[in-house]
């Protein structure tokens, strides 16, 4: 196939411009605001980048919450809070709906990055323009230990809400655990058990219909108060002293809220008393979850975009996910890497994530006022479990609450 001259041109014009862009990079320091998950692992790895590069990326590692706020105030100061901004979980409402994040299609244009290897980008995409590179996929899942649950007479995890609750109940009962479940008492534990039971939580126009009479999403707010009055979780989470995921890695637990990628933990002896004996569970009921996949992107006032790119590059690159996966279990958002660690026996449970990822239903992240109704659940659930409030009561509030914050965004 001939190429013509003006096509060759172009193409050398393109070349060109890359390499122009990474020289203007170098002898530059540039700031990564991230949360502790978000730090490179491989110090070796970074300090190569950095020498290779001349980039000086100088980390900052702060919890989600924090890492959202600060962004917020430098954003009304108008001042970058960070060169490069590591987003997740209530991301989309906090930071890229809110203006924070720069578009990246001019940087995706230049074609130094494949970013057909990736999957989830559509989930950063807002009409059109992309505001965050996939750095890890996770959907929220549940795994367990298959050898207490044999201990205490079952030879298959539950296929309803229900019996999980009274295969926990014979657990505890038979002192196999004497807290059988390891959720939080937060948002994520309520939506997972709503969602799976297969209400929707909100419809097309984003109204909550999760408080509907007879709902599904009032069912699971019931049951997962029921947990905590039959002591089936930790009192050590209502105290704050420890989350889900350290109290059943300590040990604690045969049933627990989880994510894409936590066996790698789960089943690593050096971290978690639970190995070699987790697997995943896959959603019952109905089964539906939601997704939350990590991103990188550039703050919109950040004065170092190029060294900002160069940074991402590497960030996303096939050597720093299987590093990050093998420190965290966090799974690669590249299909590549994904794959080859499949190959390799690496990634457990592989089937049964592929089974779960058929089961999604997302959750309205871009909405502006999604992220203050989330922490509100989150206070609201807690509150509720640690007074013995009314479960209905509990979600009236929580629409009540919801409406208010769309009335007032809107």
């Not at 300090?47 to 430098?74: C, H």
Request: glycine fraction near 6%; charge should be negative; aromatic fraction near 10%.
């Amino acid at each position: 196939m001939k190429v013509s001259k003006r096509i060759c041109m172009l193409l050398v014009l393109l070349f060109l411009l890359s390499m122009g862009f990474a020289a203007q990079a170098q002898d530059t320091t540039i700031s990564f605001l991230a949360p502790p998950w978000g730090v490179p692992p491989n110090e070796d790895a970074l300090n190569a980048f950095m020498e290779e590069s001349g980039i000086t990326v100088e980390i900052q590692s702060v919890q989600m919450a924090d890492l959202y706020s600060r962004v917020q105030v430098s954003a009304a100061a108008g001042e970058a809070p960070a060169d490069v901004i590591f987003i997740t979980e209530e991301g989309p409402s906090n930071v890229v709906a809110t203006g924070n994040m720069r578009p990246l299609n001019d940087l995706i244009d230049m074609g130094d990055l494949d970013t057909d290897d990736f999957e989830k980008l559509d989930f950063w995409t807002v009409d059109g323009d992309v505001y965050a590179i996939p750095t890890y996929l996770q959907l929220v899942m549940m795994d367990y230990n298959a050898a207490r649950l044999a201990e205490a007479g079952f030879d298959a995890p539950p296929t309803t809400w229900d019996e999980l609750h009274s295969q926990s109940m014979a657990i505890k009962a038979a002192g196999v655990d004497d807290y059988p479940i390891a959720f939080g008492a937060i948002s994520w534990s309520w939506w997972l058990m709503a969602l799976s039971m297969g209400d929707p939580m909100f419809d097309e126009d984003l109204n909550p219909v999760f408080a509907d009479e007879g709902s599904k999403g009032r069912e699971a707010m019931a049951l997962l108060k029921t947990f905590f009055d039959h002591e089936l979780i930790s009192p050590e989470i209502l105290a704050g002293s420890i989350n889900q995921h350290g109290l059943f890695w300590s040990g604690v637990g045969v049933f627990h809220q989880a994510w894409q990628g936590s066996l790698a933990v789960a089943n690593n002896p050096e971290r978690s008393q639970q190995a070699p004996d987790s697997k995943y569970l896959v959603l019952p009921e109905v089964g539906n979850t939601w997704s939350f996949p990590a991103g990188i992107g550039i703050s919109v006032d950040s004065e170092n975009v190029d060294a900002a790119w160069e940074f991402i590059k590497w960030y996303v690159s096939e050597g720093t996910q299987t590093d990050i996966y093998n420190a965290f279990g966090l799974y690669p958002s590249r299909v590549s890497v994904a794959a080859a660690l499949n190959d390799e026996g690496v990634i457990q449970g592989y089937d049964e994530i592929v089974e779960q990822s058929m089961h999604t239903n997302e959750l309205p992240r871009f909405a502006l006022w999604w992220g203050p109704w989330a922490a509100t659940v989150s206070e609201v659930i807690k509150e509720a479990m640690q007074t013995g409030m009314d479960s209905d009561d509990v979600i009236d509030a929580l629409a009540e609450e919801w409406n208010e914050l769309k009335e007032e965004y809107e």
